[in-house]
């Protein structure tokens, strides 16, 4: 299952997964792909679809494993990954690198179990306010998990993941 950051970084004021599903539609892959979030219907760690959370590696855009299932982001580690492995967005850049992204940050709105933290997810990911706070990791932590606070105005990294395989 590929894991891929949106074009430009996002406000908590997002519609992440149509971003997501169009993006992806525009860079011709055909597979479901949803935000990497948690949201007021989802917890992060249900997004991926039951059948395929054990047994698929978690991949960037260039087929280079960054976990080696689902489940194992949400072992309570943070969601420990090498940071030597690129993230990359739907058109080919390095979101760790690149400055489109000045921060280096993303978005999840989640415990480091994948469980929405809904005092901290810029009110289901619909404010862009000052005083509203969401949750987010800056990836140098090398965590796609860590627990930090942030004010919804900033504009972070926001992952898209593969939520079904389709051979």
């Known amino acids: 299952l590929h894991l891929v950051a949106l074009n430009f970084p996002l406000s908590g004021d997002m519609r992440a997964d149509f971003q997501c599903f169009r993006q992806a539609q525009l860079a011709g892959l055909t597979s479901t792909y949803r935000a990497f979030l948690s949201s007021h219907l989802q917890d992060l760690a249900t997004v991926v679809r039951k059948t395929d959370r054990q047994h698929l590696p978690i991949v960037n855009l260039q087929g280079e494993t960054l976990f080696n299932n689902w489940e194992s982001i949400f072992d309570g580690n943070g969601g ?88």
């Open 80 to 167: 420990q990954f090498n940071i030597h492995v690129p993230i990359y967005s739907f058109d080919g850049r390095n979101v760790m690198t690149d400055s489109s992204w000045p921060q280096k940050v993303i978005w999840h709105g989640s415990t480091a179990n994948g469980i929405r933290l809904v005092s901290n997810y810029c009110e289901a990911w619909h404010t862009a306010d000052m005083g509203a706070m969401g949750q987010a990791s800056p990836l140098n932590t090398g965590k796609l998990l860590d627990q930090k606070v942030y004010s919804c105005n900033n504009l972070f990294i926001v992952l898209c993941v593969e939520n079904s395989f389709v051979s």
